[in-house]
């Protein structure tokens, strides 16, 4: 067990629905990252949150959305679903920018 | 742009042998962060080693340890003993200078076969 917990562990839903991932960080940890895993695309770092304030970005589509809450949790908004956006979708947790990444369980996301 | 190769897209090994995973990359960078991460079926990300570029020494950890020559920009697994438990994808990954996040491998699937 990371210590990095994400809900909900399978989500289903439909082309053009919006969905909402949760993450929430190893205890200590300041740092959140999200990453999309998928057949074609592999691992790929979507955004990094550091202490509430957005740190960098990757190649995360305009359709998607992140946050970093107050008490350090952070969420990541997904719009106008597409088939394409079927993925496994992983938060990472650390706490100095290079240190080791922690990675939660992943949100298992379907598209129908 | 920095890159990571992993040439080897499937790979098995009898239970209690050796077996090397490959990576490649490229960069410009002179300080950089090496991890080798394993996905066991369930597809949990796991840490495996962690090596930091500007230590010579080869990191080590119980049965696994790397060979990472910079000159070559080259940073292999080497699994010793090897358990069923082992069978997984493998991804090398790294955390280059310009920014915090991982790039990752394409990934090794290896099978520990008893």
């Known amino acids: 067990d990371s210590g990095v917990t994400q809900t909900p562990k399978h989500l289903i839903t439909a082309t053009g629905q919006r969905v909402t991932l949760r993450c929430s960080p190893r205890?200590?940890?300041?740092?959140v990252y999200w990453y999309q895993q998928s057949l074609d695309q592999g691992l790929q770092f979507l955004i990094q949150?550091?202490?509430?304030?957005?740190?960098a970005k990757g190649n995360i589509l305009e359709r998607f959305s992140a946050q970093q809450f107050p008490d350090l949790h952070s969420e990541l908004n997904l719009s106008s679903l597409e088939l394409g956006d079927s993925a496994l979708y992983f938060c990472?947790?650390?706490?100095?920018?290079?240190?080791?990444?922690?990675f939660g369980p992943g949100t298992r996301l379907t598209v129908l | 742009a920095q890159t990571v190769t992993q040439s080897q897209p499937e790979m098995s090994v009898q239970e209690a042998e050796t077996v090397t995973l490959s990576c490649t990359y490229d960069?410009?960078?002179?300080?950089?962060?090496l991890f080798w991460y394993k996905q066991p079926p369930s597809r949990q990300m796991i840490l495996v080693i962690r090596?930091?570029?500007?230590?010579?020494q080869n990191a080590t950890e119980n049965r696994f340890s790397v060979n990472f020559q910079k000159a070559a920009k080259s940073f292999s697994l080497k699994i010793s003993d090897s358990q069923l438990g082992d069978t997984a994808m493998y991804f090398c990954?790294?955390?280059?200078?310009?920014?915090?996040?991982?790039?990752f491998g394409g990934g090794t699937r290896l099978m520990v076969k008893p």
């Open positions: 990472a947790s650390n706490r100095l920018d290079v240190d080791t990444q922690y």
């Open positions: 205890s200590g940890d300041l740092s």
């Open positions: 949150y550091y202490n509430g304030e957005e740190r």
């Open positions: 960069t410009s960078e002179n300080n950089y962060y």
């Open positions: 090596q930091e570029a500007y230590k010579q």
């Open positions: 990954a790294f955390i280059f200078n310009a920014g915090n996040m991982l790039t």
